[in-house]
């Protein structure tokens, strides 16, 4: 089992910054991968960015890149998202999850574990 919790989110302008966490707890293999997701309200949730534990291969959606940059410290079991130049289309709640995926998985139904969200709100 893996527990993940999400942290950092809040309100910040549009042009501001802000950093997610996500912090994971139990076994994990190495051949996990980590990803960031987004829901907005009235939307299907959305793949964000992904990193593995075991590799350095890293995937963002189109709309991000640029602006964010997800890394992870497998010493302290954490991964993070800092999301630059954020844009009010960016507003949503946001959730870290985990699974036995490759690096082409975008597909947040084939990930099998999830923190709770955090909210990211971007004002105009």
């Known amino acids: 089992q893996v527990q993940l919790v999400e942290s950092g989110g809040g309100l910040v302008q549009s042009g501001g910054s802000l950093r997610l966490s996500c912090a994971a707890s139990?076994?994990?293999?190495?051949?996990?991968?980590m990803g960031w997701f987004r829901q907005a309200p009235g939307k299907e949730r959305e793949f964000v960015a992904t990193?593995?534990?075991?590799?350095?291969?890293?995937r963002y959606v189109d709309s991000v890149k640029g602006r964010f940059t997800i890394s992870r410290d497998n010493a302290k079991n954490t991964v993070a998202l800092q999301m630059n130049s954020l844009k009010p289309e960016d507003t949503a709640v946001y959730y870290c999850?985990?699974?036995?995926?490759?690096?082409?998985?975008?597909?947040?139904?084939?990930?099998?574990?999830w923190g709770q969200g955090t909210q990211v709100t971007v004002s105009s």
């Open positions: 999850g985990a699974g036995l995926v490759s690096f082409l998985i975008t597909d947040p139904r084939k990930y099998g574990y």
């Open positions: 139990g076994r994990t293999f190495s051949s996990y991968r």
């Open positions: 990193i593995g534990w075991g590799d350095s291969i890293t």
